[in-house]
């Protein structure tokens, strides 16, 4: 992880500034935090010290079972906060985020501003809107596993994960993830290759046709 100090910070503050999410000046307090793909960004279990503002890159939401199982749940995208959960909950059990690029977020700490950003109106009328359509877009992933063929669901995966063009996720968290058997997952991905929609490289697959890729998930939005 690395933190933005002097002209790079300047920069990422004013080209990407949410200070009007805010009636405090957080913009005194707040760092810039920068995350390699596959970094923790939050440790499972471990409470952050930030509440982090994401405004590049992409990351993934892991939860461990009591069976010691471990899913993905969701995806943190830009403008997505993370630790938001923690900061509205004096208790609560934190999940494991995970860039899945590079990904810069900036990070007010909690110690530091909790009970001002409790008080501070304009931000959780902000943070209320966010939070539900978080909860709208899960209830709508759900109704999409049963509405919709592997092969759109699928095709909206790649996309979310590839990283410059590369995409390498793990069969079985794909096939957790989406609700579909092994051989399925397979076959859909066996027809990509053949479509040339990705290219198999090793262990991981190039894609190849984005627009083909983009038809398929665009259904999922259009609905």
């Given at each position: 992880m690395e933190i933005y100090t002097g002209e790079k910070k300047r920069l990422y503050m004013e080209k990407y500034s949410i200070a009007y999410l805010f009636s405090l000046p957080v913009e005194?307090?707040?760092?810039?935090?920068?995350?390699?793909?596959?970094?923790?960004?939050?440790q499972e279990g471990t409470r952050p010290n930030f509440l982090f503002y994401v405004i590049e890159g992409k990351a993934k939401i892991y939860v461990t079972h009591q069976n010691g199982k471990v899913s993905l749940i969701n995806f943190i995208n830009a403008n997505d906060y993370i630790g938001e959960m923690e900061l509205l909950n004096e208790v609560y059990y934190t999940k494991g985020i995970q860039a899945s690029t590079k990904t810069i977020c900036f990070a007010l700490p909690i110690s530091?501003?909790?009970?001002?950003?409790?008080?501070?109106?304009?931000?959780?009328?902000?943070?209320?809107?966010?939070?539900?359509?978080?909860?709208?877009?899960?209830a709508t992933r759900y109704s999409q596993s049963l509405a919709f063929p592997?092969?759109?669901?699928?095709?909206?995966?790649?996309?979310?994960?590839?990283?410059?063009?590369?995409y390498k996720e793990k069969h079985v968290t794909v096939c957790d993830y989406l609700g579909v058997s092994y051989r399925h997952l397979l076959h859909v991905l066996t027809q990509f290759c053949e479509k040339g929609y990705l290219q198999k490289e090793g262990r991981y697959y190039q894609i190849k046709q984005y627009d083909s890729l983009y038809e398929l998930a665009e259904v999922l939005k259009n609905k």
């Open positions: 005194e307090i707040m760092e810039v935090h920068e995350y390699q793909r596959d970094e923790w960004i939050i530091s501003c909790r009970t001002q950003l409790m008080e501070d109106a304009k931000f959780l009328r902000e943070l209320t809107k966010f939070l539900s359509v978080k909860a709208t877009l899960m592997l092969e759109n669901r699928f095709a909206d995966f790649i996309l979310q994960l590839a990283d410059d063009g590369i």
